[in-house]
């Protein structure tokens, strides 16, 4: 049945281009990112870094401020792009191998004429499918000479930095394009995922800048279920010194158990140099000094990225290509800067659900707007499409965001929608969970421990005061307990909290196969 509709979508649109009426088809670049908070990018209103390029789309374009993933982690995000479909649906809720036979936006872009290319960060286990070029980073990548598989063999790119590869390959893929076709082209960094290792000039630019604290760091919990206190992701507590940076004692043997050991183990004293002296730092010190590094590294890694941005907007321009197209920036996931106490991401929290959705479509989309209506990355495939003229297939679960995007909130768009983490244990201890976030409140529950938390947006933008179980808090809990069922009986989650794992031998590091 899957197929046969395929198959339908392609004979109607193929149609249409046969009689003229997809002429005007403009070329997408769709930049995306791995784990860049909302909260990094200038344009959002940060406190901690500036990102001219970046500012530069969101002047010229939109930026939505309220974007948000379903599953907030990295290859469940990545299918629900390709598919336009939740993770308990297109087969991805954990780092499950993505079954690239099924539908995909890719394929049915490719079908109707566009160019389609993948650069970049895949992490999905399996080749690509519905791309004309794919140039991927196995697994994770490495952000020093990094290597890339292809559908011919691979490349290993001796002495350069992985924010650049990506950079040159995707203008190379531009410039090299047919020019007789509207092309298709996911950039994906690897940047600034773990371990957040920036290139040379960034590194020393931000060693000496202090950044700074946000307001929960030292986040007591107090209200908040068992799950965010035994989490496994505290910047204080779980760090490594590989994370840090730190140099091995020089007796130490690379590559040796006790090598290994040391580098993934967290540091309890840590020894600086601070004005040619020898300096021990411990206890509140050393908390402080992990803040300050953590975040040095990760902003200089977005560094780059927005220079890279800048790069990809030159080169349409050189090209003369800058008005016939759509350019979309964003990231697979948010990610904590200390919020709580924590790094990483997971958490049905603010901070790590929103992503930064930045879209600059000259003559379509007027300059300097903000939008605030929620979206959800569910929704970027059937954006692609009709941004393109093409028929979104009725089994894909989100909604275009073109409308929005010329200005038209249609009344009936979404007031809430739903959130589901599979991945337990998994790294960082995160307890599973599910939930429902409508325009002021959310209600979360993790169901293997019971517990549950709602939060007041509103009066409580933070979410420090659980309110749950609190009294005059009934009716709201009732009526959010209502919109969590019936979210999930539209969107056929009907597995009453499977214990879904991933297959034996499947992580976060899993490889690509390479091309046979």
Known sequence: MKCLHFFRIWAVVAAMVAAGSLEARPNIIFIMTDDHAANAISAYGSKVNVTPHLDRMAREGMMFENCFVTNSICAPSRATLLTGKYSHLNGTPVFNVFDGSQPTVAKLMQSTGYYTGMIGKWHLGSNPTGFDVWNILPGQGAYNDPVFYTATGEKKYDGQYVTHVVTGLAEDFIKSRPKDQPFLLFCHHKAPHRNWTPESKYDREFRNRTIPEPATLRDDY?????????????????????????????????????????????????????????????????????????????????????????????????????????????????????????????????????VPFIVRWPGAVAAGQRERALAINVDFAPTFLEAAGQPVPADMQGRSLVPLLHGRKPADWRTSFYYRYYHDPGDHNTARHLGVRTERHKLIHFWKKDQWELFDLASDPHELRNLYGQPGTEGLTASLKEELSRLRRELKDDDQFAETQPPAGVDGSVQQLRAR
């Open 222 to 354: 107090a209200t908040r279920t068992d799950a965010l206190k035994e989490n496994r992701q505290k910047v204080f507590d779980h760090l490594t010194r590989s994370d840090l940076k730190l140099a091995p004692p020089s007796d130490l043997v690379r590559g040796t158990p006790a090598y290994q050991q040391w580098l993934h183990s967290v540091p309890r004293e840590v020894t600086i140099e601070q004005d040619g002296q020898a300096l021990t730092l411990t206890g509140a010190a050393l908390d402080a000094w992990k803040y300050q590094r953590y975040m040095q590294d990760y902003l200089a890694c977005v560094q780059s990225v927005d220079d890279s941005v800048g790069r990809l907007l030159d080169v349409l321009q050189e090209e003369k290509i800058d008005d016939e197209t759509l350019v979309i920036y964003t990231s697979d996931n948010g990610f904590f800067l200390g919020e709580h106490g924590l790094y990483d991401k997971r958490f049905m929290y603010e901070e790590t659900i929103r």
